[in-house]
């Protein structure tokens, strides 16, 4: 795809490497069929390559985001389906993440939508804040059809019984069952561990009885990716930050092998922490060494070398990949 950026405009790294991202993309329309917000629609703009043009042109333009692309940005999951049948590696998700960001900073959204990104920036991340809104929440239910719109929405979406916190999301170390063989940090997270704390438990259980050693760590939390995909940089990396400060406690401690994710949201932005943080000085290479370390379900590790700017793949994916290659 040609682009026309300034050098100006091209001596920000956020846009450079975006527009590398949009060079790569032969508008082949392969990634529509797997997205399913276009599916859905059938809007080509509520498909990868219809945004990657609303991107294209608000970034060119360096104007502030409209509504429509602001609408059509925000439909998408960023599920990353599109990017497992792109044939030319583009990465839409660092693109959609520059798109959202600068969405956040240039459109003023409806007071109502603002209000609502805040509440949502601000629960979801803290488990305790997030388990007392769905309390809240289970008591509205007989009266969600009174509520306007999305509230209306969220309360239908709150479950029923809302499980008691578990034990294990404190910080702690989980002693390996016979010979300790590895030691690995957990990222506990924030809203699976409110919604089903069992996940967290059957980690632990699994990975001590293959002897290893589980950590989690005091300081570690929400690993950022709620906030980021809102466009909030600051909130974002402040989380990555804190995290990789608690893992490196660890590592410089009694090391670690690994650190497991396993939402496979979660694990996507431990892969992307290098990237995220490779223009700050005093945390890029711990930022990668992270990355380089996490281990997560549904997502491959981060490219050869762990690089953190190589196209993602789900692990079946990579695979069938990989045997294609080699047949
Ligand atoms: S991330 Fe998912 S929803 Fe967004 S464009 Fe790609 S396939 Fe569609
Ligand atoms: S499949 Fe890849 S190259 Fe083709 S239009 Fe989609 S993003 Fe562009």
Same mark, same amino acid.
Not at 81 to 106: E, N, Q, W
Not at 185 to 197: D, I, N
């Given at each position: 795809m040609q682009t026309s950026f300034t050098l100006a405009q091209l001596a920000d790294p956020d846009t450079a490497q975006s527009e590398k991202i949009l060079r790569a993309c032969v508008h082949c329309g392969f990634c529509t069929a797997t997205c399913p917000t276009y599916l859905l629609t059938g809007d080509e703009l509520d498909g990868p390559r219809g945004r990657i043009y609303l991107i294209k042109e608000m970034l060119e333009s360096g104007q502030a985001a409209s509504a429509t692309v602001a609408k059509h940005i925000d439909r998408? /999951?960023?599920? /990353?389906?599109?990017?497992? &049948?792109?044939?030319?590696? +583009?990465?839409?998700?660092? /693109? +959609?993440?520059?798109?959202?960001?600068?969405?956040?900073? &240039? $459109?003023?959204?409806?007071?109502? %939508?603002?209000?609502?990104r805040r509440m949502l920036a601000a629960l979801l991340p803290r488990p305790g804040l997030f388990r007392q809104a769905l309390r809240l929440a289970r008591l509205a239910r007989p009266l969600a059809g009174l509520l306007p719109g999305r509230l209306r929405g969220m309360a239908g979406l709150a479950p029923a019984a809302i499980p008691a916190p578990s034990p294990v999301d404190r910080p702690q170390v $989980?002693?390996?069952?016979? &010979?300790?063989?590895?030691?690995?940090? /957990?990222?506990?997270?924030? +809203?699976?561990?409110?919604? !089903?704390?069992?996940?967290?438990?059957? &980690?632990? !259980?699994?990975l001590t009885r293959h002897g290893i050693e589980v950590v989690v760590a005091p300081g570690a939390g929400c690993c950022g990716a709620l906030t980021h995909h809102l466009g909030e940089e600051a909130p974002a990396l402040a989380s990555a930050r804190r995290n990789i400060a608690a893992w490196w406690r660890e590592i410089e401690g009694e090391g670690l092998d690994a650190i497991v994710?396993?939402?496979?949201?979660?694990?996507?932005?431990?892969? %992307?922490?290098?990237?995220?943080?490779?223009?700050?000085?005093?945390?890029?290479?711990?930022?990668?060494?992270?990355?380089?370390?996490?281990?997560?379900?549904?997502?491959?590790?981060n490219g050869p070398g762990g690089s953190p700017i190589t196209r993602p793949a789900p692990c079946s994916t990579a695979r069938a990949w990989k045997r294609r290659r080699a047949g």
């Open positions: 998408c /999951l960023s599920c /990353l389906a599109c990017m497992t &049948t792109c044939p030319s590696g +583009v990465h839409y998700m660092h /693109l +959609v993440d520059h798109a959202r960001r600068h969405i956040a900073r &240039t $459109f003023r959204r409806p007071l109502g %939508d603002r209000l609502l $989980f002693s390996a069952e016979g &010979t300790r063989r590895r030691r690995v940090a /957990l990222l506990s997270g924030c +809203v699976q561990t409110v919604l !089903r704390p069992g996940i967290n438990e059957a &980690t632990i !259980r699994l994710a396993n939402a496979s949201g979660c694990g996507t932005m431990l892969k %992307d922490y290098g990237f995220l943080l490779r223009e700050d000085a005093a945390w890029a290479a711990k930022a990668a060494r992270v990355s380089r370390e996490s281990r997560c379900s549904g997502w491959s590790a």
